[in-house]
Nanobody, 128 residues
């Protein structure tokens, strides 16, 4: 069974940092590009960052470039999202998603429909 489990969300003041983690089943992780999405109340789910299966390629939404960093640890089957200089507008549920691919350099997204599997999300709240 495919599982993606996010953790690390919480309440942080503006300007602060958080690191999100997403643990995946080994079978899912090894064959997938991985991405983070977020969804704020009343808004559509949007792409935040993605990383290729090899980890050698990454992509970011313009709104988070220079502040967020996506990475993966293939030995731990875990993908991370390091978030710095957080802003109130970063408040949202953050979801990890995976797409199976044969390509080492493919970064899934930015459309949510591009993804095969989803976690249940972790809430990030940034206070002003």
């Amino acid at each position: 069974q495919v599982q993606l489990v996010e953790s690390g969300g919480g309440l942080v003041q503006a300007g602060g940092s958080l690191r999100l983690s997403c643990a995946a089943s080994e079978r899912t992780f090894s064959v997938s590009g991985l991405s983070w999405f977020r969804q704020a109340p009343g808004k559509e789910r949007e792409f935040v960052a993605g990383i290729s299966r090899s980890g050698g390629s990454t992509s970011y939404a313009d709104s988070v470039k220079g502040r967020f960093t996506i990475s993966r640890d293939n030995a731990k089957n875990t993908v991370y999202l390091q978030m710095t200089s957080l802003k109130p507008e970063d408040t949202a549920d953050y979801f990890c998603a995976a797409r199976a691919t044969f390509r080492d350099d493919y970064i899934p997204g930015p459309g949510p429909l591009d993804m095969d599997f989803w976690g249940k999300g972790t809430l990030v709240t940034v206070s002003s």
